[in-house]
């Protein structure tokens, strides 16, 4: 017995959590199939080049991160795989978002105004699904094996958040990480009333051809940026590098998350925190894919940097610091200088060291890209209510520096 719904879609009523739907768009007949978490290591998808949207990989991070409810939406045309959506549900609050309002546009709120912002960002408390893994910088949670039109593309994406929103108890929607390169078409979401906001920008660094040595790097940087690195590295070069395996991991996981907890607690923005046992329980996963190092000063663990290596590209994970030693060391720049030796080491092409320290991470290379999100409440007032908040939200300011004698790639941070 079908149930119809918007779009000539059916929910299939004895299924409980499990759900499909067919929608036509254009003359085209699709179908969004939502299984049930337990079900993901049974799905077979169409091999993609990219980690992020392997279902090991997502299934992984299912059981690891156990505090959020996590959401496959497999997109069929006729019986062929289209398209995956990967969404991460979970408790969000508006207070998050209070110092993402950078101070110079407070300054031109009158007092009325800025309390009344302040006000409705303390009533936020919902329940948040991203579209994408709130872990990883960049992934959007999309990956798509046919090519298929921007204005299809996101009548889908908007048409699999409409049925996913009835399967979960879910308020809110938030589509992360969407760069210039991908907003084609996006003006659909606006559309159905979706806010669009920027974001802190992205920062990959391009390991060029021909380097096959850190000091490759170092010669291709000016005569100013060259010495200035070398400080970094002679500051440092008492710090040993090393790198953890799952039992040295789980000798200083205490350590580990004290550290990582210190960044953490730094940043203006985060909509989740990763679990003690994230580290060991990853590393025993993908042993081969994620890598921890550890920065020691003699037997003392003062900082560590982890990142998944990707078909494409080194993807910095999460970073920790014992910020007494931060400045003397200037350990936080040597880890940014370590990601890059990683980096021509294993010749991935790219180093993508995500958001945060935008400026200091165009010191050493790094191009920042603009950054989109879209974010929807599914009730029409606080969604009404949405709109001058979004408007406030903006990353911070900042001056991008160029190290190199020449520049590259430079016309893609636009």
């Excluded at 699904?129 to 996101?154: E, M, R």
């Excluded at 909509?271 to 920065?295: D, T, W």
């Amino acid at each position: 017995m079908e149930q119809f719904c918007r779009l000539q879609c059916y929910v299939l009523v004895n299924c409980s959590k499990d759900m499909k739907c067919k929608s036509t768009i254009q003359d085209k007949t699709y179908q969004f199939i939502f299984p049930k978490n337990g079900e993901l290591k049974d799905i077979q998808l169409p091999s993609s080049y990219n980690l992020y949207d392997n279902i090991d990989f997502i299934y992984t991070f299912q059981n690891i991160i156990e505090n959020i409810r996590h959401q496959i939406v497999i997109i069929k045309e006729q019986n062929e795989v289209v398209g995956q959506l990967y969404f991460q549900c979970m408790p969000f609050k508006g207070k998050e978002l209070a110092t993402y309002i950078p101070q110079e546009s407070r300054c031109f709120l009158n007092k009325t105004v800025e309390a009344i912002v302040d006000i409705a960002l303390d009533r936020i408390n919902w329940n948040l699904a991203v579209l994408g893994n709130v872990f990883i910088t960049g992934d959007n949670g999309q990956a798509w094996y046919k090519n298929i039109a921007p204005s299809i593309k996101w009548k889908l994406i908007n048409e699999a958040i409409e049925q996913y929103t009835k399967l979960e108890n879910v308020d809110a929607v938030l589509i992360s990480d969407i760069d210039n390169l991908h907003l084609a078409g996006s003006n659909y979401l606006v559309e159905q009333k979706f806010r669009k906001f920027e974001v802190e920008p992205d920062l990959k660094f391009y390991v060029q051809p021909g380097w096959n040595t850190f000091d490759d790097y170092l010669q291709n940087l000016t005569s100013k940026y060259r010495v200035r690195t070398n400080k970094v590295l002679e500051k440092s070069e008492n710090i040993t590098i090393k790198n953890l395996n799952t039992e040295d991991i789980l000798q200083y996981e205490n350590l580990i998350y004290k550290l990582y907890s210190n960044v953490v607690n730094q940043a203006d923005f985060k909509l989740a925190e990763v679990p003690k046992n994230y580290f060991s329980k990853m590393k025993n996963a993908l042993p081969n894919i994620f890598q921890v190092h550890g920065f020691f000063k003699e037997n003392e663990l003062i900082g560590f940097v982890c990142y998944f290596i990707n078909t494409h590209c080194i993807n910095v994970n999460f970073v920790g610091i014992n910020y007494e030693y931060n400045k003397t060391y200037s350990l936080y720049q040597r880890m940014l200088y370590h990601c890059i030796e990683e980096g021509i080491k294993h010749k991935t092409g790219m180093v993508h060291f995500g958001r945060t320290a935008t400026e200091i991470k165009t010191t050493i290379g790094a191009l920042p890209f603009k950054s989109y999100s879209f974010i929807k409440h599914n009730s029409a007032i606080p969604n009404i209510a949405i709109k001058p908040l979004t408007t406030y939200l903006k990353p911070e300011p900042f001056t991008q520096r160029n190290p190199f004698k020449t520049v590259e790639k430079n016309s893609l941070a636009s």
